[in-house]
C-alpha cells in the first residue's frame, strides 16, 4: 500500500477506535514523538496503549484536513474535536513497507498560544473554521 493510502487509513482506523486495524499500520518498532508535549512513543504496543485510553470514549470524529506525500513521507493536519476542546496535529509520518516507521506530531489547540501584543499591528485574527 502507498505511504500516503497507508496513512489515510490509519486516520480512519484511529477515528473508528479499531485498534486492531492501527496496529496493523504502525511498526512493531515504530517511534512517534511528540514535541510539544516532550514524549516519544516507542514501540507499537506503546502506540496502541497511548491512543486507546478509554478516558476520550466520548470523541467526536476526526477531520482530515490535508494529507501530502512525497515518498515515503506523508504530512497530515487533522482537527480531532471533544467535548472539552479542539485539537490540531500536524503529523509527519514516515512509512515503509506499508507501516508507519516513525512520526513527529505536533499537537496543539487554536488559540492556546496568545499571540503577543506587539504584533497587533502587523497581524490579523484567523476566522474560525
Known sequence: MEPLRVVARLWERI???DWEGVAGLIAEDAVIEWPV?????VGRANFIAVNSDDGDADEKPVRVLRILADGDH???EVEVPQDHVLYRAVSL???RDGEVV???EYWTSPGQDPAPRWRAGFVEPLAAD
Open 15 to 17: 477515528e473508528a477506535r
Open 93 to 95: 509520518w514516515t512509512v
Open 74 to 76: 506523508v504530512v497530515t
Open 37 to 41: 508535549s516532550a514524549e516519544r512513543i
Open 102 to 104: 516513525e512520526a513527529r
